[in-house]
Nanobody
Framework: VQLQASGGGLVQPGGSLRLSCAASGFTLDYYAVGWFRQAPGKEREFVAAISRLFGKTYYPDSLKGRFTISRDNAKNTVYLQMNSLKPEDTAVYYC?????????????????WGQGTQVTVSS
């Protein structure tokens, strides 16, 4: 059972990135999937989540309109599209899967975690 996060990199302010979270060893569409991020010296922060049944999406108010989470069940993958990136978006981004919880904002709800991918927003 593994989650693999990828797609991070260095991008200029105002740019975009799309992160991917690919699952192996289990069927991701049976799980809610969340993205979190952690900047140096800060706690892990909720970024986005997508529910397992109807694909309902959740975001903190601070990120609504810039970030979009989606899933492709055929590819067993969840994506995070990030637009209008700012230097304060710089962090390691993690994806996680939760089988039976609707507390998507909480790290405690998740059963499996990916290894993280670094996103750096800088000119």
């Amino acid at each position: 059972v593994q989650l693999q996060a990828s797609g991070g990199g260095l991008v200029q302010p105002g740019g975009s990135l799309r992160l991917s979270c690919a699952a192996s060893g289990f069927t991701l569409d049976y799980y809610a999937v969340g993205w979190f991020r952690q900047a140096p010296g800060k706690e892990r922060e909720f970024v986005a989540a997508i529910s397992r049944l109807f694909g309902k999406t959740y975001y903190p108010d601070s990120l609504k309109g810039r970030f979009t989470i989606s899933r492709d069940n055929a590819k067993n993958t969840v994506y995070l599209q990030m637009n209008s990136l700012k230097p304060e978006d710089t962090a390691v981004y993690y994806c996680a899967a939760a089988f039976d919880s609707d507390r998507y904002y909480s790290t405690d709800s998740y059963d499996y975690w990916g290894q993280g991918t670094q996103v750096t927003v800088s000119s």
